[in-house]
């Protein structure tokens, strides 16, 4: 297992995944996390991410006592001068944030670029560098004449002010796996099967005889997450989909079928549309829909539970994402999600989140192995929120069919043109935005539709998909033809970040 301490930014997601992706188990902890508990985890290798170098409260609550348990550490960018630091050394800061690929000259000798060429092209911001080298260090790769990468060889200690775990760089992840098996010695031992097999044991443990309730939205997450409880506990499970009225056009009636007449899971559908309306009426900021939404999922669970006999716990389709971007720990909230940060403090449920370490395609993958259909595995991301995050404003019925009908014209046309497998999500947005048109040579004042789609790996980053323009033409003429109420659409070419993947 290894260790990745977060000093904010977007790093240690990066490094997280790429650590993964070599089948090795990592944990991110915020940079505060106590010498006891690192102990407790036993890692085989710590890595410091990287960050921003004016949290100057980083430097002062990061135990440096991390680098003298004897476990090696690799420490990036921001992180690599706190280490620098701790041992009396000096490293530049930057006055730009300004980074490219740049020709870096290393030491083959090094276990960390054995195997690599001698020059490789590494995302760096060229200002970095370590300007007084501790004693008992060494210089393992430089840029022109700058020191870029020190080791402690005896100790195990990395220090780089490249980004190898970024995507785009090969060599990178060759670094990066040189720390794990060469360096700490890993073994290649993360893998999905193993997380099935053990997951059911543990579900089976934790559980026993009693009652599960799953919180099935249809999605990715919370079907992978029914189906590995499914396997666990049997008839013991059984499902809720809740029809909150913000669920995209005709998936109350697939859900239906693939649960009920495929996977023979007992499934409870409640009508609630009306419900989740009322509740949301006059709210239009967006945490707090989603905060209405959660809890309100909540209340109509406990709902069905009194119904029941003896269940105490609920499924939920968490994966580490959501529990990232919900805050861990203490960080800072980019959006709160249901599955998260949605809950309400009184909910009398016993959670179970057989999924909250996985990343979406590890998720994915846990997929396959249970046996669901591509259908389900490889459908479009849908949050627990639903269409409430994707239509802007006041959510009401009016507003929602327009998204609906505008959002399956627009999935209908990608699957048409083969590109669904291609784009990793694409859906349509209602910005509550109105604007005047011009239809059979009368002057309307009519909804825009705005269309989204991203590629990416992991949902942490996403870069927006070329849709060819003639496809683009093709959606846009259904939408305003056979969607009355909207006479404009728009294509979204905002990459996360600095944008997220929703609207909302």
């Known amino acids: ?164 775990e970024l995507e785009g760089s090969d060599e990178g992840k060759q670094i990066i796996d040189n720390f794990l098996y060469k360096v700490c010695s890993c073994g290649s031992t993360w893998n999905m099967d193993e997380f099935v097999s053990e997951s059911i044991k543990e579900i089976k443990a934790r559980v026993g005889d009693k009652k599960v309730l799953c919180a099935l939205s249809g999605g990715v997450d919370s079907s992978v997450a029914a189906v590995l409880v499914h396997k666990a506990i049997g008839d013991n499970l059984t499902c809720v989909f809740v029809d909150h009225g913000l669920l995209r056009k005709y998936e109350k009636e697939q859900v239906e079928k693939v649960f009920r007449d495929e996977f023979h899971i007992n499934l409870i559908v409640v009508d609630a549309e009306d419900r989740f309306l009322n509740k949301l009426e006059g709210v239009t900021d967006p945490e707090q829909k989603r905060k209405v939404i959660g809890e309100e999922f909540i209340r109509v669970f406990e709902e069905e539970q009194s119904k029941l006999t003896d269940i105490d716990f609920l499924v939920q389709g968490t994966i580490y994402p959501d529990v990232i971007e919900s805050g861990m720990d203490g960080k800072v909230v980019v959006k709160s999600h249901h599955n998260v940060g949605g809950l309400p403090e009184d909910i009398n449920f016993e959670l179970l989140e057989p999924l909250r370490q996985l990343f979406k395609d590890e998720v994915r993958e846990v997929g396959r192995l249970l046996g669901i259909s591509s259908d389900i595995v490889d459908r479009q991301p849908f949050p627990g929120p639903g269409l409430g995050v994707r239509c802007l404003g006041e959510l009401t019925k009016e507003k929602l069919d327009i998204l609906r009908d505008a959002d399956y014209i627009y999935r209908d046309e990608i699957k048409k043109a083969g590109l669904d497998k291609e784009i990793w999500q694409y859906f349509a947005v209602l910005p509550n935005i109105r604007s005047v048109g011009v239809t059979h040579g009368e002057r309307t004042y009519k909804h825009t539709i705005a269309l989204r789609a991203i590629t990416t790996k992991d949902a942490m980053v996403a870069k927006w998909y070329p849709i060819p323009l003639d496809l683009l033409e093709k959606i846009s003429t259904r939408i305003t033809d056979e969607v009355e109420q909207v006479n404009r659409v728009v294509y979204d070419i905002s990459n996360k970040p600095p944008a997220t993947i929703e609207w909302e």
């Open 1 to 164: 297992m290894i260790l990745i301490l977060d000093l904010g930014g977007k790093f240690s997601r990066y490094i997280g995944r790429s650590i993964r992706e070599s089948k090795v188990y990592c944990e991110i902890v915020p940079y505060y996390y106590s010498l006891e508990k690192i102990k407790a985890k036993n890692p085989e290798g710590i890595i410091i991410s990287g960050g921003e170098p004016n949290e100057i409260v980083v430097k002062e609550k990061l135990d440096k006592e991390i680098f003298n348990l004897g476990i090696p550490v690799l420490s990036i960018g921001f992180g690599s001068e706190i280490m620098v630091e701790a041992f009396k050394g000096k490293a530049t800061i930057p006055a730009e944030n300004d980074y490219e690929y740049l020709k870096i000259k290393v030491d083959k000798d090094s276990l960390l670029f054995n195997g690599l060429d001698e020059e490789l092209p590494l995302w760096m911001n060229e200002e970095y560098a370590f300007d007084v080298v501790p004693e008992g260090f060494n210089k393992i790769a430089n840029y022109k004449n700058k020191v870029v990468a020190i080791e402690d060889e005896e100790r195990k200690l990395y220090g780089v002010k490249f980004h190898p």
